[in-house]
């Protein structure tokens, strides 16, 4: 209760600035953020469009919008295009680069995800995968149907320690895609059981 009377708090005083000021760019910004806090990712990503359409974005509001993409479902699939208009802004960029590979993973574009993962990784000097790039082959191992290494690797994807960064987090993702491959299992799980059971 407390969580959603700020969020409309925060979301008055940004469309306050924004009656008095249209273009502010940081109120556009902070409607933004609101909606991630929320969860409500498909508005946070329209709001993006918004600071986009208005000619103000910047590479971190276009990898902000493309990665909030991944988190609801959208007709055309993963915004791609935008991340790539980011990377073309911020050009070695490790942020983006991730964002771009886990978009390229999700469309099933695996060559060139893993391409882009491995050049984010050597940017940032990772011999070992952080939480980020766990969730990332993780997603990749599942592409391929190794659906066993696809749930170790989401398990290394530790939940963030500060609570204002889980909504937008690859620990958010990397649960989503344990949850759904358990439905998948409980699901096949019971077609063979009505199979058996009508044999």
Partial sequence: MFRSASAREADKLAQDRLKATPDDVDAMRALVMNAVAKEDYQTAYDRNKTIVNAAKA??????????????????????????V?????SSNNAAILHTLGCLYTEKGQVKQAREVLV???????????????????????EQYGEND???????????????????????????????????????????????????
């Fill in 58 to 83: 910047e590479a971190s509001d276009l990898n902000g919008m493309a990665w909030q993409s991944l988190f609801f479902e959208r007709a055309e699939g993963p915004d791609i295009e935008t991340a």
């Fill in 85 to 89: 208009k980011a990377s073309q802004l």
């Fill in 119 to 141: 050049h984010a990784m050597d940017i940032l000097g990772l011999d070992e995968p952080n939480a980020d790039y766990w969730y990332a082959l993780g997603r990749i191992a």
């Fill in 149 to 199: 290494i696809a749930v170790t690797d989401y398990a290394r994807v530790d939940k963030p320690k500060s609570s204002f960064q889980i909504p937008d987090s690859t620990y958010v993702l990397a649960q989503n895609r344990l949850r759904s491959m358990k439905l998948k299992n409980a699901v096949r799980e019971a077609q063979l059981t009505s199979r058996e059971s009508s044999q």
